[in-house]
C-alpha cells in the first residue's frame, strides 16, 4: 500500500512539474490571442461605425470646448 501511494505521489509531482515548466509559454500564448481578438474587435468596431464618423474622433463636450 505504502509504494502505491508513493507512485501517486511521485506522478502527481511529474505532473505538477509538467504544468509548471509550460506555464510561462501557456500565459505568453493566452496575451496573444487577447491581443488578437482586441484588434478585431477593433477592426469590427472600425467598420460597423456610420460613414463620416470616426472611431477615435474626440466626444463633442471636447471639441466644443476648444473652439
Known amino acids: 500500500m505504502d509504494f502505491l ?3 501517486v505521489l511521485v ?3 511529474y505532473l505538477i512539474w509538467r504544468i509548471s515548466d509550460q506555464l510561462p509559454d501557456l500565459i505568453f500564448r493566452i496575451s496573444e490571442i487577447q491581443r488578437d481578438l482586441a484588434e478585431i474587435r477593433r477592426r ?3 467598420s460597423s461605425a456610420p460613414p463620416g464618423v470616426r472611431s477615435d474622433a474626440a466626444p463633442r ?3 466644443a ?3
Do not use: K, N, R
Request: cysteine-free.
Open 11 to 13: 506522478g502527481v509531482a
Open 5 to 7: 501511494i508513493l507512485l
Open 65 to 67: 470646448a476648444s473652439d
Open 44 to 46: 469590427l468596431g472600425e
Open 61 to 63: 463636450e471636447t471639441q
